[in-house]
């Protein structure tokens, strides 16, 4: 199989391995062989350096946005109708490899393959690397697309805050970006025909399939809600149980009623991440506060969903003797991609190319609602993501390297 695509690929082949070792060392923490690049800090640093140093070594012309996202273009950026690849290069808490990094990668690889065959490309074509897509430190998930859409203001972005009580704003400017800068970018967005993100699938769907690539339907509505139980701290050893307002006691309830709703809805729930004051072992907790992740395949369950854990939380809260107070941070809604470049793109790959809807978020569905959007999936043989043994062979994802240099030749030449 790989023998194949080698040929195909020919030198491009051995630049996406040799762009993989580059990367593969950066931002990994050894004890769990996860990556913690999180946005704005010095393991992203290096990502970021490391894809500017991709452009400059192509000739690319580099852009650094307003928002902290950045470009590498072939031709001229001004020239409008361009059609745009990329992904993101940092990562959840210990996240794997393939979350982001391979839709970067593979964009250099299918420019490179594309170019070494001798094809000319007409419109544009421009690598991104969109900042902070996975949240992971300020709590909100594709800050750099959002921005750039214009679906997260200024504003917003100044009352994000991460877990040591650095602004992001503040994190930006460390980082030498200029926080005042950042906003809506309808010039930049002015510049796109369209945008194609290729990423590892993060599920199963694939794996059952004899294919090693498929094209997005759709990205299931999702959001964050942060749950904040607060209660009183006090002696674990002489505090009566009767006495007790255990905010703890709400948090796991609410965790079990997430649980069993969400599986009578046909929908997910998730609590993966939770904090504690004072977070002692001999006291009671005074506040507790959990994540809630969310997600359906429509907005109607999804809100039903959502409304019924609230309620059983507030419920379990009165019994409990705690206060909760329940804060939606972000939202997305459905995103159905372009239908047009989706069928493109299943006629450009073929008509038997599966076509899958998926539960996670991505900043082409962020995209999809200022301009024309669609995804590349490479197959999972696990489905795992989000954690360190998130995996793809590199047969599929040479594959993947050669569906999307298929994409781009014809988008761009024809
Ligand atoms: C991002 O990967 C998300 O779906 O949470
Ligand atoms: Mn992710
Ligand atoms: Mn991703
Ligand atoms: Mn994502």
Redesign the pocket.
Known sequence: MTEAYEEELGDAADGYRRMWRELLPVGRFQETGGYRRFAWTSADAECRAWFAEQAAARGLTYELDRNGNQWAWYGDPDAGDAVVTG??LDSVPDGGAY??PL?VISSFAALDALLASGARPTRPIAITNFVD??GARFGVACVGSRLTAGVLTQDQAFRLRDADGIWLPDAMAAAGQDPDAIGKDEARLARVGAYVEL?VEQGRSLDATPHAVGVASAIWPHGRWRFDFHGEANHAGTTRLEDRRDPMLTYANTVLAARKKAKLAGALATFGKVSVEPNGTNAIASLVRGWLDSRAADETTLTALVDEITAAATERAERDGVRAEIVRESYTPVVDFDDALRDRLVSILGPDTPVLPTG?G?DAGILSGVIPTAMLFVRNPTGVSHSPSESATEPDCLAGVAALAKVLEEMTCR
Do not use: L, M
Request: proline share 0%.
């Open positions: 992904s993101h979350d982001g839709g897509e996975e990423h996670a991505h």
